[in-house]
């Protein structure tokens, strides 16, 4: 062990700034190691992704909705086992047979893709029996990647530069055109984009691949709702010392000689620790200091980086009794070829396509309570508002967001007829929820946008240029349910040292 990795070691105690996943996992991670931790969330709520909000007495999960990797000998269920966070949740696994449900207006086409490899592969090669040595080595291909990359496998490293095949930065669309010729198959099996904000001819494969085998191989959902998961993490910080502050914003960070100092509040609290991580998009942890230790070459780069794309999203309740639960995500398409064009809006025909679901309750029956509907949205189309805070945008906001929500509604009573006699209540939120709730600059659901062309632009590693700053969160690495825990154990090992919590992990996991 170097001598800074010693020093780090001997000081116990860290302040996160950012109480979204990134922050709790990263403080629960420290405070296993014996560190007293202090996670400051800006919003009344912890939780990030995780927060879930109250409406109609029933709860609502904001973006935390597909489980990836939670499954047995998955990352997750690794990570969550050695936290103690597995007897704490209810998590449900989605239809085996069905993990997925794709379903075309243009041709009335319904895609029930089944989990499993194999299964994956057999329900595709049946369907476009021609392209059955395409679809085969498309799902060995997508294996193969993502089986380079140590950090989702929980390996250890010992190395920083790594080496990777040549199509891992391709973009993703040219990977799936490269094993498979048929048009419709190539738009079918890219319909995952809308969980990691997929764009033609920019979007690395190494994402797509990720995102495309934690599904394949079986994803959960929560029942209940995924604040369960936030209020787990806060007790095992404060089990071990910690707290968790809620609605407090850190407004200010002192930085001298290349370390930060302290950290000030909105409520005028300071606060002083030896390590500080920020948890919050870069481009907000910039604004908290003048500090000549973050150039002007890299606040350019920060303030240039593009974001992701940002969404609309549609909720529904339903009178008790009427509309079925259904226990897999359903991904709706008007018809082929927009599925890598998302971003693009147009007022005539949106949204060309979306995703929905019905969220499981703690002790769900035959019939669901809620319906949630994701319709990607690029932020331009809400920036008249930009300047309104929620609940004050003003009627014409309102009358814009109602004619949104009402072409959802129809498009629901398509694919359901009697659909909106069902529902009790409805409501939505748009881009400008999620800038304001989540703190991402542009509404951005899945932080900074990878392009593969300019891959250093939205490059954020772990480290920063002051000695006791470090970050974590969905711009680091990889955005969602598995991709955040992963990069928090990247952040935490910043401190205590490479590889000693995946080897604990690992550790215990075998001894199970």
């Known amino acids: 062990m170097n001598r800074n990795m010693e020093e780090n070691r001997n000081c116990r105690t860290v302040v996160v700034i950012g109480g979204g996943m990134g922050g709790l996992f990263t403080a629960a991670f420290l405070s296993r190691e014996g560190y007293r931790v202090t996670v400051l969330e800006k919003n009344s709520v912890i939780g ?68 499993g490899k194999e299964a994956f592969i057999s329900y595709f090669s049946k369907l476009f029996p021609e392209e059955a040595a395409g679809i085969r080595a498309y799902v060995e291909a997508l294996h193969d990647m993502v089986d380079e990359i140590d950090f989702f496998h929980l390996r250890p490293t010992n190395e920083h530069v790594y080496t990777h095949s040549e199509s891992f930065m391709w973009a993703a669309n040219r990977f799936v055109a490269h094993y498979v010729r048929h048009p419709k198959l190539r738009d079918v099996l890219s319909y995952m984009n809308p969980m ?71 409520e005028g609290r300071s606060y002083v620790a030896d390590h500080y991580i920020s948890a919050i998009h870069p481009a907000e942890m910039l604004k908290l200091t003048d500090s000549r230790a973050f150039s002007k070459a890299y606040r350019r780069r920060i303030a240039e980086a593009p974001n992701s794309y940002s969404s609309f999203c549609a909720y529904f309740v339903f009178k008790p009794g009427r509309f079925p639960y259904i226990n897999h995500t359903c991904y709706f398409q008007k018809d082929y070829g927009y599925i890598w ?49 929620t609940g004050h945008r003003g009627a014409a906001y309102e009358e814009w967001k109602e004619n949104h929500l009402e072409r959802i509604a129809q498009l629901m009573e398509q694919i359901y007829p009697g659909f909106n006699g069902m529902v009790a209540h409805r409501f939505a939120s748009s881009p400008l929820t999620i800038r304001d709730y989540y703190g991402e600059p542009e509404g951005a659901l899945y932080g900074l946008f990878r392009d593969c062309n300019n891959i250093a632009q939205s490059q954020v590693p772990v480290f920063t240029k002051v000695s006791n700053l470090w970050m974590t969160g969905q711009n680091v690495n990889l955005h969602g349910f598995c991709g955040v825990p992963l990069t928090a154990i990247q952040t935490a090992e910043a401190i205590v040292g490479r590889n000693v919590i995946v080897n604990k992990i690992n550790e215990a996991y075998a001894q199970r």
């Open 341 to 389: 064009n998302y971003r693009e809006y147009n007022a005539e025909d949106w949204p060309r396509g979306f995703m929905y679901m019905t969220p499981a309750e703690l002790h769900q029956g035959k019939f669901a309570t809620k319906l949630i509907v994701t319709a990607i949205m690029p932020y331009d189309i809400t920036k008249c508002w930009a300047e309104t805070q």
């Open 48 to 115: 990030g992704g995780l927060q879930t909000f109250r409406r109609y007495g029933l709860g609502f999960e904001t973006g935390m909705h597909i489980l990836g990797g939670i499954r047995p000998g998955g990352p997750m269920h690794k990570v969550c086992h050695y936290l103690g966070l597995l007897d704490k949740l209810a998590i449900r696994d989605v239809d085996h047979d069905c993990m997925d449900q794709v379903m075309y207006a243009s041709d009335g086409m319904v895609y029930r893709v089944p989990e």
């Open 196 to 266: 990691f904000g997929g764009v033609g001819g920019k979007t690395p494969t190494y994402i797509h691949a990720l995102i495309n085998v934690l599904c394949i191989s079986g994803p959960g959902r929560f029942a209940g709702d995924s604040q369960q998961m936030a209020e787990a993490l806060r007790k095992i910080i404060e089990d071990a010392g910690g707290k968790v502050v809620a609605g407090d914003r850190v407004n200010a960070m002192q930085i001298d000689d290349r370390r930060v100092s302290f950290v000030k509040t909105e």
